[in-house]
């Protein structure tokens, strides 16, 4: 019997999956392993917590593993790299490979095919795949760049329009929820924050636009609307990219699937992207459930050894 490790490493959180040839035996979720977040103590000890807890449940020794595959993004750092390959070598059996986030999301939607993916958490970018397998990209810069449509862009701007609602005296409630939520009572101490240096985690501030606008908060649901229509105008670059690469091939346009903590909890965002594709391509195919990241790696990591194993 052989038995496959996969995990999607988050910026946040990391999750997990073992498996064997054709069942998930346990899935667990830890917190992130990211050196690019995380000191190399605390990366280590969120590591093995999760893998003891998966190794647990799944009632499989990690020295059974056959193969495992990472996603993580960054991984073409020399410190992430580096990092997750010597740790995970002193953990568990069998190979190793390691991937962009994106691959394995791409994966998790397509098997290996043709698509557009959008990811959108704490930050952010748009991944194509054409019909040869070559990946194209838009957006994925950071959030003093780009990162359109994440949580970071998402908590930013909502403090950005509830100034300029400010300016232009349009009512809003964003102004005292952020107040309420730093635990400050004072505009002052609000800009004062805001402006920090560092500056604060502005996708904190995301679950705030998000109940403001549920509550009807004209200048929140703005900002969301305005986060989707952001994304989609980076699907459009893809899609553009892609159709450039495949121009003698006369293909369909590629389906559009989601990935991240925004698709899973903000659908006004996923929403107004949807619309905002069809008003160029009405007959455009956009998946509205979020895409199972691990299950990529997974399927990586399966398809790597059944490929061994028919050669």
Request: net charge negative; hydrophobic share 45%; proline share 4%.
């Amino acid at each position: 019997m052989r038995y496959f490790l996969a995990a999607d490493a988050g910026g946040t959180k990391t999750e997990y999956v073992l498996a064997d040839e054709t069942r998930e035996l346990a899935r667990v979720q830890g917190a992130t392993i990211k050196r690019l977040r995380v000191g190399p103590e605390v990366a280590r000890q969120n590591l093995e917590a999760a893998l003891k807890e998966l190794s647990a449940k799944a009632g499989v020794s990690l020295q059974s593993v056959t193969r495992s595959c990472i996603g993580t993004s960054g991984a073409s750092v020399p410190l992430v790299a580096e990092w997750i390959r010597s740790t995970m070598q002193s953990l568990v059996s069998g190979e190793l490979e390691l991937c962009g986030d994106e691959e394995i999301a791409l994966d998790a939607a397509f098997h290996g095919g043709r698509g557009v993916l959008v990811i959108a958490g704490t930050g952010s970018n748009v991944v194509g795949r054409t019909q040869a397998g070559v990946l194209v990209s838009a957006g994925g810069w950071g959030p003093a760049l780009a990162d359109e449509g994440s949580g970071y862009r998402i908590g930013h701007q909502g403090l950005r329009k509830a100034f300029q609602s400010l300016n232009e005296h349009r009512p809003t409630t964003l102004i005292e929820q952020f107040q309420k939520h730093w635990g400050v009572t004072t505009l002052g101490e609000l800009i004062e924050k805001a402006n920090a240096n560092p500056a604060p985690d502005f996708s904190e501030l995301t679950p705030v636009v998000v109940a403001c606008a549920a509550n009807g908060d004209a200048v929140a649901a703005e900002v969301l609307r305005e986060g989707g229509e952001e994304l989609a105008h980076l699907v459009l670059v893809v899609i553009q990219h892609m159709r450039n690469l495949e121009a003698a091939e006369r293909l369909p346009l590629p389906v559009v699937a989601v990935v991240g903590s925004i698709f899973h909890h903000v659908k006004p965002v996923l929403q107004a992207m949807t619309v905002a594709l069809q008003r160029t391509y009405p007959e455009i195919v956009v998946q509205p459930e979020v895409v199972d990241a691990p299950g990529g790696a997974l399927w990586r990591a399966r398809q790597a050894v059944a490929a061994t194993a028919g050669a």
